[in-house]
């Protein structure tokens, strides 16, 4: 496998557009460099004496993009969904983030949090860790070690919020910058930094000024969350009441999108104007449905997203949401389509598989470049389904065979997995 030529063979199934799926049964997906090259039917002459690895039946597919996440949430993932955002943020939120200033419990958490990503079909993911830099340092080596490709931010927080977790604004920047130099350092090849204000209130005009500035000196990506929950909302235009919307926060500080590449999770409220904001600059809008059911936000327009052009993914946002699984944030984007269609707007139809697919897919991948497609010249993702633990009384055509996966799988699928051409070891 280590070799500039390799060949996967089995049903290939991948996205060009939200609209449908390319399908290739039986087909012959050949990786060149840590690039797919193409997709065949037949193989071509010229590729007769590269090694194949035939996976018979078993489905095969880009690799899952999670667009938001939480690393030191993981051990409380599935607690207190009983509560709305800002409660829940109090009461579990900042106390377990807190912890993660001992490395020796950083260690086993992240360690955990680790190996259950790497066995799933996730293969790229932005990350939140914690405010805390030898912490995040720590995740950064363990997701580095297990071969997936990642954004990972130290988070900044200096205001609004408990005295045991809340950094002073100099002191915010300058650990950060001190992050960024460390991780400079380390040469990581599939972990990259990645500028975290947790979200507005949490952030003071001073701390944002000094993160616009890191983030022109080093050319960083932005990750943060937008219009999530009503409460927020009001709350941003009590602590800001100068913005015209809440994403206008991030946009007056150079932290949303245009050149600044940026993905904010949730909008489950954006307006007229936050929308044509985030379209103008091609902002990355990460869906987290399973989220925004447990801690009572709502249901985003993600139809509307979708039809106005607006880059969109997936997001698990766990422990928000209580999975890492992305297939079951599929499921869970179609279903709360449904109910928003059918309670709250019945103009935005319900999202389809092949949607759903894509977001978790292309729509995600793009914020990492040509990822999420097996189109030429797409970086090498890909994640070997075997479904034969799913039993049927008669054949299936291998759409439906996907479509079922959205709704069944979890890492005992997982039969094989590659990053940038490389296999990562699943035992």
């Known amino acids: 496998m280590n070799g500039s030529v390799f060949i996967l063979k089995g049903n290939i199934i991948y996205s060009k557009s939200p609209k449908e799926f390319h399908i290739c049964e039986r087909g012959y997906l050949v990786c060149r460099n840590g690039k797919a090259e193409g997709v065949y039917r037949t193989l071509p002459f010229r590729l007769g004496g590269s090694p194949i690895r035939d996976f018979g039946d078993s489905l095969i597919i880009p690799g899952l993009v999670d667009l938001h996440l939480h690393a030191p949430q993981y051990s409380y993932r599935g607690l207190g969904m009983d509560m709305e955002l800002l409660e829940w943020l109090e009461v579990n939120t900042f106390p377990e983030e807190a912890k993660f200033e ?15 990503l790497r066995q799933s079909a996730t293969t790229r993911a932005c990350v939140f860790a914690t405010v805390h830099r030898p912490a995040t340092l720590l995740l950064m080596d363990m997701l580095e070690k297990s071969g997936l490709d990642t954004y990972v931010g130290k988070v900044n927080m200096d205001r609004n919020c408990p005295d045991y977790i809340c950094e002073e604004t100099e002191g915010s920047a300058r650990e950060t910058l001190e992050w960024i130099r460390d991780v400079l350092h380390r040469n990581y090849e599939n972990t990259r930094p990645i500028l975290t204000p947790r979200f507005t209130p949490s952030c003071t005009d001073g701390l944002m000024e000094e993160l616009k500035k890191l983030q022109m000196r080093y050319d960083l990506p932005v990750q943060s969350h937008l219009s999530e929950n009503p409460g927020e909302i009001e709350w941003v235009k009590e602590l800001c009441p100068w913005a015209e919307f809440y994403g206008d926060v991030y946009d007056r500080f150079g932290l949303f999108g245009a050149d600044c590449p940026t993905v904010m999770a949730h909008c489950v409220y954006s307006d007229e104007r936050e929308i044509a904001r985030m379209k103008e600059n091609g902002v990355f809008i990460a869906h987290c449905p399973e989220s925004n ?38 499921a869970h984007a179609v279903q709360s389509s449904k109910l928003r269609w059918r309670l709250v707007d019945d103009s935005l139809e319900p999202l389809t598989a092949e949607e759903v697919f894509y977001m978790a897919t292309k729509g995600g991948g793009g914020f990492f470049g040509k990822v999420g497609s097996f189109e030429q010249g797409y970086e090498f993702d890909a994640v070997v389904l075997d479904d034969s633990r799913l039993a049927h009384p008669q054949p299936m055509d291998i759409r439906s065979r996907l479509e079922r996966m959205i709704y069944l799988a979890d890492e005992r699928e997982v039969r094989a997995k590659f990053v940038k051409g490389k296999e990562i070891c699943l035992s």
Not at 102 to 115: G, Q, V
């Open 293 to 330: 059911m447990n801690v009572s936000s709502g249901i985003a327009p993600v139809r509307r997203f979708l039809e106005e052009g607006l880059r969109v993914g997936i997001g698990s946002d766990v422990a928000g949401g209580s999975t890492e699984n992305l297939f079951r944030a599929m």
């Open 102 to 116: 001992s490395l020796d419990h950083a260690r086993e958490a992240y360690r955990i949090f680790t190996e259950n």
